[in-house]
Protein backbone atom coordinates (compact mmCIF):
# COMPACT_ATOMS: atom_id res chain seq x y z
CA UNK A 1 0.00 0.00 0.00
CA UNK A 2 2.69 2.63 1.12
CA UNK A 3 4.37 1.87 -2.51
CA UNK A 4 1.24 2.63 -3.96
CA UNK A 5 1.03 6.04 -2.24
CA UNK A 6 4.88 6.24 -3.27
CA UNK A 7 4.04 6.26 -6.83
CA UNK A 8 1.15 8.66 -6.87
CA UNK A 9 1.42 11.73 -9.73
CA UNK A 10 0.18 14.08 -7.26
CA UNK A 11 2.71 14.25 -3.31
CA UNK A 12 -0.01 15.74 -1.57
CA UNK A 13 -0.98 12.77 0.89
CA UNK A 14 -0.46 11.85 4.41
CA UNK A 15 -0.32 7.75 5.85
CA UNK A 16 -1.02 6.96 9.26
CA UNK A 17 0.25 3.58 9.56
CA UNK A 18 -1.50 2.11 12.97
CA UNK A 19 0.24 -0.96 14.17
CA UNK A 20 -0.79 -3.38 16.10
CA UNK A 21 1.52 -4.94 18.92
CA UNK A 22 2.26 -8.54 17.60
CA UNK A 23 4.00 -6.93 13.82
CA UNK A 24 5.36 -3.22 15.48
CA UNK A 25 9.32 -4.57 14.41
CA UNK A 26 8.61 -5.92 11.07
CA UNK A 27 6.10 -2.76 10.42
CA UNK A 28 8.54 -0.24 12.10
CA UNK A 29 11.13 -1.41 9.71
CA UNK A 30 9.01 -1.24 6.45
CA UNK A 31 8.03 2.47 7.50
CA UNK A 32 11.40 3.59 7.93
CA UNK A 33 12.67 2.03 5.04
CA UNK A 34 10.69 4.59 3.06
CA UNK A 35 12.09 7.65 4.90
CA UNK A 36 9.34 10.08 3.66
CA UNK A 37 7.91 12.44 6.38
CA UNK A 38 4.62 12.27 5.00
CA UNK A 39 4.46 8.30 6.55
CA UNK A 40 3.63 8.17 10.01
CA UNK A 41 3.68 5.30 12.57
CA UNK A 42 1.65 4.54 15.29
CA UNK A 43 1.82 1.51 17.48
CA UNK A 44 -1.48 0.22 19.45
CA UNK A 45 -1.19 -1.62 22.41
CA UNK A 46 -2.36 -5.47 21.69
CA UNK A 47 -3.79 -7.16 18.99
CA UNK A 48 -7.56 -6.46 17.62
CA UNK A 49 -8.83 -9.61 15.60
CA UNK A 50 -11.34 -7.45 13.74
CA UNK A 51 -9.92 -7.27 10.41
CA UNK A 52 -8.24 -4.26 11.14
CA UNK A 53 -11.27 -1.89 12.01
CA UNK A 54 -9.67 -1.01 15.28
CA UNK A 55 -6.34 0.11 14.32
CA UNK A 56 -8.24 2.09 11.48
CA UNK A 57 -10.73 3.73 13.73
CA UNK A 58 -7.27 4.78 15.63
CA UNK A 59 -6.10 6.26 12.92
CA UNK A 60 -9.47 7.76 11.52
CA UNK A 61 -9.40 9.70 14.82
CA UNK A 62 -5.71 11.21 14.93
CA UNK A 63 -5.97 12.24 11.57
CA UNK A 64 -6.23 15.83 10.41
CA UNK A 65 -6.44 15.58 6.26
CA UNK A 66 -9.21 17.35 5.05
CA UNK A 67 -10.20 13.62 3.30
CA UNK A 68 -9.86 9.93 5.45
CA UNK A 69 -9.53 7.05 4.25
CA UNK A 70 -9.34 3.92 5.86
CA UNK A 71 -7.80 1.37 4.15
CA UNK A 72 -5.23 -2.09 4.87
CA UNK A 73 -1.41 -2.69 4.31
CA UNK A 74 -3.04 -5.23 1.14
CA UNK A 75 -4.53 -3.01 -0.75
CA UNK A 76 -3.20 -0.64 -3.68
CA UNK A 77 -4.42 3.06 -5.95
CA UNK A 78 -3.42 3.41 -8.83
CA UNK A 79 -0.84 6.18 -9.69
CA UNK A 80 -3.39 8.54 -10.12
CA UNK A 81 -5.44 8.67 -7.34
CA UNK A 82 -4.55 11.57 -5.36
CA UNK A 83 -4.73 13.71 -8.46
CA UNK A 84 -8.25 12.60 -9.36
CA UNK A 85 -9.28 12.39 -5.27
CA UNK A 86 -8.25 16.53 -5.05
CA UNK A 87 -10.02 16.81 -8.19
CA UNK A 88 -13.60 15.38 -7.08
CA UNK A 89 -13.14 16.82 -3.90
CA UNK A 90 -12.47 20.81 -4.60
CA UNK A 91 -15.62 20.73 -7.25
CA UNK A 92 -17.88 21.06 -4.24
CA UNK A 93 -16.66 19.69 -0.93
CA UNK A 94 -18.78 16.48 -0.59
CA UNK A 95 -19.38 14.90 2.49
CA UNK A 96 -17.90 11.04 1.02
CA UNK A 97 -16.14 10.50 -2.46
CA UNK A 98 -16.27 6.69 -4.02
CA UNK A 99 -14.26 5.49 -6.58
CA UNK A 100 -14.49 1.54 -8.32
CA UNK A 101 -11.88 -0.98 -7.35
CA UNK A 102 -10.25 -4.60 -8.69
CA UNK A 103 -11.40 -7.20 -5.77
CA UNK A 104 -9.42 -10.32 -4.86
CA UNK A 105 -12.25 -12.10 -3.75
CA UNK A 106 -13.60 -11.88 -7.25
CA UNK A 107 -11.01 -13.19 -9.05
CA UNK A 108 -9.62 -9.91 -9.20
CA UNK A 109 -12.17 -8.95 -11.07
CA UNK A 110 -14.17 -5.58 -11.83
CA UNK A 111 -16.29 -4.42 -8.86
CA UNK A 112 -18.30 -1.17 -9.50
CA UNK A 113 -18.84 0.26 -5.83
CA UNK A 114 -21.69 1.42 -4.45
CA UNK A 115 -22.38 4.05 -1.15
CA UNK A 116 -24.24 1.00 0.41
CA UNK A 117 -23.64 -1.65 2.29
CA UNK A 118 -22.11 -4.95 0.81
CA UNK A 119 -21.30 -2.85 -1.96
CA UNK A 120 -18.55 -1.02 -1.19
CA UNK A 121 -14.72 -1.70 0.66
CA UNK A 122 -13.07 0.16 2.95
CA UNK A 123 -10.58 1.56 0.65
CA UNK A 124 -12.91 2.03 -1.92
CA UNK A 125 -14.10 5.86 -0.45
CA UNK A 126 -12.70 8.57 1.20
CA UNK A 127 -15.00 11.07 4.08
CA UNK A 128 -14.66 14.31 4.55
CA UNK A 129 -12.69 14.40 7.99
CA UNK A 130 -15.35 16.78 10.00
CA UNK A 131 -17.56 14.07 9.17
CA UNK A 132 -15.75 10.83 9.20
CA UNK A 133 -15.03 11.63 13.34
CA UNK A 134 -18.55 11.54 14.42
CA UNK A 135 -18.66 8.21 12.80
CA UNK A 136 -17.40 5.40 14.92
CA UNK A 137 -16.12 2.09 12.83
CA UNK A 138 -17.52 -1.02 14.02
CA UNK A 139 -15.45 -3.81 14.34
CA UNK A 140 -17.17 -6.81 12.68
CA UNK A 141 -16.33 -8.08 9.53
CA UNK A 142 -19.08 -5.39 7.21
CA UNK A 143 -17.93 -2.45 9.08
CA UNK A 144 -17.17 -0.67 6.11
CA UNK A 145 -20.88 -1.01 4.98
CA UNK A 146 -21.95 -0.25 8.00
CA UNK A 147 -19.93 3.08 8.48
CA UNK A 148 -21.44 4.05 4.99
CA UNK A 149 -24.93 3.37 5.96
CA UNK A 150 -24.31 5.51 9.16
CA UNK A 151 -22.72 8.36 6.78
CA UNK A 152 -26.40 8.46 4.75
CA UNK A 153 -28.59 8.51 8.10
CA UNK A 154 -26.57 10.93 10.30
CA UNK A 155 -25.63 13.20 7.33
CA UNK A 156 -28.28 12.91 4.43
CA UNK A 157 -27.64 16.29 3.14
CA UNK A 158 -24.40 15.67 2.54
CA UNK A 159 -23.37 14.96 -1.04
CA UNK A 160 -21.81 11.57 -1.73
CA UNK A 161 -19.82 11.72 -5.47
CA UNK A 162 -18.11 9.28 -7.21
CA UNK A 163 -15.02 8.97 -9.65
CA UNK A 164 -16.03 7.01 -12.78
CA UNK A 165 -13.13 5.26 -12.90
CA UNK A 166 -10.95 2.40 -11.11
CA UNK A 167 -8.61 3.77 -9.04
CA UNK A 168 -8.29 0.71 -5.73
CA UNK A 169 -7.07 -2.78 -5.78
CA UNK A 170 -8.09 -5.05 -3.06
CA UNK A 171 -5.64 -7.54 -2.73
Request: proline share 4%; net charge negative; aromatic share 16%.
Given at each position: ??A????QT????????V???T??ER??G??S??N???????????R???W??????F?K?M??????I???DD?Y??P??????????TL?Y?G??Y?????S??N??Y?????A?G??D????A????L???I???T??A???W???D????FP?EKI???E??L????
Amino acid sequence: MLASLMAQTDGDWKANVVVDDTQSERISGIVSSFNDPRIYCTFMDKRYNNWGHTPREFGKQMSDAQYIIMTGDDNYYTPNFVFELKNKATLNYPGMIYWDMVHSHFNYSYFKCVPAGGQIDMGAFATRKDLAHQIKLGTDFAADGWFVEDFKKRFPLEKIVKIEKVLFVHN
